[in-house]
């Protein structure tokens, strides 16, 4: 069937239908179109908390881990490699313990950082390393922190950046700084390599003196780390720089010197860079208004440089020349022709740099300090080579006028700078001096001279003055011994003078708060006393310092008040190089002797130092240093005014380290008597002296050293006098009671062996007198017998107890005595033929007991009993 014709026409265009919008309706996207809209959900996963993750983790205050800071220290954005630097300090700050665990591992990390080439992050590198980790890793492992840290300051040191270049050499001052021994020899010559590359360079650190002033303060640092450079370039710390002082320029350097040998061709090579940078400066003195400090500081570091390497070629070529295996080696052997030259063609015709009108006072003192370090320069290289005559005599007349304090400055700190430079100046002195002849050598002694009595006692001038004179005292000594009228003898003899006339003066200047000076001046002392001994010439005026060195012992002022000397407090070593120059007077005097004897009985003398001067005496003594009255008048005075505390008294006897000194002292002087030889004509010198003090009742010890030293040189039968008899015989009988009252009888709370001995010690000299002089026994007997009476018959005062108990003692002392007289075998012989003295000293007890004169309670008349009871042992 066919399809109507009017159906097809409706069906035509349905594809092209024209649809009409209506103005301002939005169109409806294409049928075509594809659907771009996402439509999710949130997911929620439970414990994602970054906070959590770090529980138990060190955090810096930004709640940053290490290990994340040390990531950071990586980024390629420099203010967050700053920040991460920042963070790691904080966190070792607030947590120790974690630097401590990984203080290597963030070494290895941070170091990468060194040639950082942003200066924000060097510097809050260097930071970080100074205040935190380099401290912390101190008393660690030093080699591993060095070995991880020195690859990276030298390639720094390499960096095309000239900032980069100058912060490795502070990173370097910084590992030398807490870790000195790091300088060793595998770093040594690729640290002057680099040192002397960034010296020629030096047209760009001129317009930054800055860094070139820190950069060669590094290079000082590493030049005094050497070992021939370790003794005298740190003068400023007094407690040890006395011993630097005397041996700055005769360094006893250890063996492991040898290994930094190989380095004094670096040395050589730094040298022309480092005139050639000094050379830059030179316009600037005469250019600018005033010498800046940074030029000044670049300057000083130059000289100084220079100065170090001086030194480290001249050991270096000493030692290399004294070496066997040396020998074929003249380019070691001898001095360096190339830094002479330098130093004589380019430096020393600058000498001296002479202020102009504008500069100003500081920078006066700046230019001082220079032309101190180029004299020291030249002094050390004059030691190697001949200078021009003109030249040498340039330097003479410098160092003349700074001896003289021409050029110090009114200022205090420029006196300090004058005085510190000119003690690296003293050592030269006597090794020009001992050159021999020269018109200079009355001028620089007469201005050393000046400076040695001017300068402070204590300072570190004055030690170097003392030093200098104990080197030339050999010179000297030599020259002397010839005995020339020539004027250089005479010179050097009114210096010598001088000098020695001013060591005592010294020694009571600088008293004990000087230990350090004063021994030194005291083994000056000892050294001019043993070159007298050899040298005649010497004694004389080594003499002359007896009267000087009196107050420096003690002496006693009038009232017998005791004024000691600095002597008793000094330290042991000094006090024995005092002595020992007591040896090598050739006579020491009665004033000197009362001065030592003075200060041997101060109680804060120490026995060790008592019993050495004693002993030095004797030596003096038996090699005719002493007059025999002298000698024996020293050891009196001794024993008799040896104070001994605690006293005894009433409460028995105390027993104490002086006592026990005074015992000791006794039986050595005792000993040195009995070795004089004649004791009969020692007798006759001391037995007058000894007799005469007793009347004086010296104390119970003291009595008893005397007695000691009587019976010593005593004889049986005795030699004595019959006045000494008498004298004796009086005396005797209250020594012995007092002696007997201080230390009682055994008995059987007491300690017998201990009181039998103590006792034994004080009779035995009277029983020694008693067997060789029967009379002294007899007048014994008859005054303690008369002792009793007379003590009844004091007039009775309103004390009558006090009164009586002092007649129970005499009556208890004779007793006592008695006793132990009869105990003794040989006394007992003796006792026999005086019976009627003995029965006559019973009869006083008896009267003592039924007389009325004095009131006596029960216990007192019981106590009476007694002693007769112990007494009738005398009479079967």
């Not at 439970?46 to 800071?69: M, R």
């Not at 770093?187 to 030096?202: C, T, V």
């Not at 020339?484 to 010294?506: G, R, S, V």
């Not at 009558?800 to 009556?811: F, I």
């Amino acid at each position: 069937m066919t399809r109507s014709k009017v159906n097809s026409k409706k069906q035509q265009g349905i594809d092209f239908k024209k649809i009409r919008r209506k103005v301002g309706r939005k169109l409806p996207p294409p049928k075509n179109t594809t659907n771009t809209e996402i439509k999710s959900k949130a997911i929620v996963l439970p414990e994602q908390s970054v906070a959590a993750e770090k529980a138990g983790l060190a955090v810096n205050k930004k709640g940053l881990t290490l290990k994340e800071l040390l990531q950071q220290t990586s980024h390629h954005n420099p203010k967050v490699r700053r920040d991460a630097l920042i963070g790691i300090k904080d966190l070792f700050t607030r947590h120790p313990d974690e630097q401590k665990l990984h203080k290597y591992a963030a070494v290895e990390k941070l170091r990468e950082r060194i040639g950082d080439d942003d200066k924000v992050v060097r510097k809050s590198l260097y930071d970080l390393f100074k205040v935190v980790i380099l401290p912390c890793c101190k008393e660690d492992n030093q080699e591993l922190i060095v070995s991880l840290l020195m690859p990276y300051i030298f390639n720094a040191m390499t960096h095309l950046t000239v900032d980069v270049r100058m912060m490795a050499f502070d990173f370097l001052d910084l590992i030398l700084e807490f870790y000195p021994p790091s300088f060793s020899p595998s770093y040594a010559e690729k640290i002057f390599q680099n040192y002397e590359d960034m010296l020629r360079r030096n047209q760009y650190y001129l317009q930054d003196k800055g860094k070139l002033k820190d950069a060669l303060s590094g290079l000082v640092g590493c030049l005094s780390l050497l070992p021939w450079n370790k003794g005298g370039t740190d003068l400023h710390n007094k407690d040890d720089a006395g011993q630097r002082v005397l041996h700055a320029f005769q360094v006893d350097i250890s063996m492991s010197s040898n290994s930094f040998s190989y380095i004094i061709k670096n040395l050589k090579d730094l040298v022309p860079a480092l005139i050639t940078s000094f050379l830059e400066f030179i316009p600037l003195i005469h250019s600018t208004a005033s010498l800046e400090g940074k030029s000044f500081g670049c300057m000083t570091s130059i000289l100084h440089s220079i100065d170090l390497i001086v030194r480290s070629i001249a050991y270096g070529t000493d030692k290399k020349s004294e070496s066997p295996s040396s020998q074929g080696e003249p380019d070691v052997a001898i001095w360096d022709i190339t830094i002479s030259s330098a130093l004589l063609k380019k430096l020393f015709p600058l000498f001296p740099l002479n202020p102009v009108d504008h500069l100003s006072a500081r920078d006066c003192d700046r230019l001082l300090d220079l032309n101190m370090i180029i004299t020291k320069i030249f002094f050390e290289l004059n030691e190697w080579m001949c200078p021009p005559p003109n030249l040498l005599e340039t330097f003479l007349e410098f160092l003349e006028n700074a001896l003289l304090g021409k050029f110090c400055s009114a200022t205090q700190s420029g006196n300090a700078a004058w005085e510190e430079h000119l003690v690296q100046l003293l050592p030269f002195i006597p090794k020009f001096v001992s050159r021999g002849a020269s018109y200079w050598t009355s001028r620089l002694l007469q201005a050393f001279t000046q400076t040695f009595r001017e300068s402070k006692p204590g300072s570190l001038l004055k030690l170097a003055c003392v030093s200098a004179i104990e080197d030339m005292l050999t010179y000297i000594e030599s020259k002397l011994s010839i005995g020339t009228n020539n004027p250089e003898y005479l010179d050097l003899q009114d210096a010598l003078l001088a000098w020695i006339e001013d060591l005592p003066l010294l020694l009571i200047q600088l008293g004990d708060r000087h230990p350090t000076c004063s021994q030194v001046v005291l083994r000056l002392q000892l050294r001019i006393g043993q070159s007298a001994l050899l040298n005649s010439s010497l004694v004389c005026m080594y003499d002359n310092m007896q009267q000087s060195l009196q107050d420096f012992y003690g002496t006693c002022q009038d009232g017998g008040q005791m004024c000691y000397g600095p002597f008793i407090r000094l330290p042991r070593e000094s006090q024995e190089l005092s002595l020992c120059s007591l040896y090598y007077f050739s006579h020491l005097d009665l004033p000197i002797l009362k001065s030592i004897a003075c200060c041997c009985l101060s109680a804060d003398l120490d026995s060790y130092v008592l019993f050495r001067i004693i002993e030095i005496l004797h030596s003096a003594y038996r090699d005719g240093h002493i007059k025999v009255a002298d000698y024996l008048s020293v050891f009196i005075t001794l024993v008799l005014r040896f104070k001994v505390s605690p006293e005894i008294g009433s409460s028995g006897f105390k027993s104490g380290p002086l006592r026990q000194t005074l015992k000791s002292m006794t039986t050595v002087l005792c000993s040195y008597i009995a070795q004089m030889g004649d004791n009969y004509l020692v007798l006759q010198m001391i037995e007058k002296v000894i007799i005469d003090q007793l009347p004086q009742k010296p104390s119970l010890d003291n009595s008893c050293s005397l007695l000691r030293m009587l019976v010593t040189v005593d004889s049986k039968p005795t030699r004595l006098s019959e006045q000494s008899i008498t004298t004796l015989g009086h005396h005797l009988s209250e020594y012995l009671m007092d002696a007997v009252q201080c230390i009682p009888e055994d008995d059987e709370q007491g300690t017998p062996s201990i009181l039998s001995s103590t006792q034994h010690y004080y009779l035995l000299p009277c029983f020694f007198l008693f067997d060789r002089c029967h009379k002294v026994m007899n007048l014994v007997l008859k005054k303690m017998g008369s002792a009793i009476s007379e003590s009844s018959l004091l007039p009775i005062s309103d004390k009558c107890t006090q009164h009586t108990r002092n007649c129970l003692n005499r009556v208890n002392a004779v007793t006592s005595v008695l006793l132990v007289m009869h105990k003794d075998a040989k006394l007992q012989q003796i006792m026999s033929s005086f019976k009627e003295d003995i029965d006559n000293a019973i009869h006083q007890v008896l009267s003592l007991q039924s007389s009325g004169w004095i009131s006596m309670a029960i216990e007192e008349r019981h106590e009476i009993k007694c002693a007769l009871e112990r007494l009738k042992i005398l009479t079967r």
